[in-house]
């Protein structure tokens, strides 16, 4: 019977910690151009729901800064964070979200969250009678946020 595969103890030079690693490998390859297949599952120290594949080589700092799940946090104003684990938080939230107009209560704006009633307020485009500044008992239509001052 011929051998064609050997087993060689592979020592992590990352995690010296670790019992050696069995690699089989062909007599005909060269030891030095060979890469441990070992792998395991770790945690991302951001959220321990993350769980990630370290291969042998691989330092744990490599693999979790590159995290792609779905961010978990929450932004202040309370919308989930739409951004990937690994990248930064935004600090103004885009959400799209309905306000309710400041300067008639019966309009929906909508806008990024970031923003606010009283900037959203100010793209209100609901169709609004006003009284004229100018005509006595005469009202003008025109949109919510230009207001009387720029109708009349």
Request: net charge positive.
């Amino acid at each position: 019977k011929v051998l064609t595969y050997q087993t060689r103890s592979y020592q992590p030079a990352l995690a010296k910690a670790e019992p050696p690693h069995q690699i089989e490998y062909k007599f005909s390859q060269k030891w030095e151009s060979l890469t441990c297949p070992f792998t395991e599952e770790i945690r991302c120290p951001r959220d321990a729901s993350h769980v990630l594949k370290r291969m042998c080589a691989q330092t744990t700092e490599d693999i979790t800064a590159n995290c792609r799940e779905k961010c978990s946090k929450q932004l202040r104003c309370g919308h989930p964070c739409p951004r990937r684990c690994s990248e930064a938080c935004p600090e103004r939230c885009v959400q799209q979200v309905e306000f309710r107009c400041l300067q008639n209560s019966d309009h929906q704006v909508k806008g990024p969250c970031c923003d606010g009633a009283e900037k959203a307020s100010r793209l209100c485009r609901a169709a609004t009678e006003f009284n004229c500044i100018r005509i006595p008992d005469h009202t003008v239509k025109g949109p919510c946020c230009d207001g009387a001052e720029q109708l009349g």
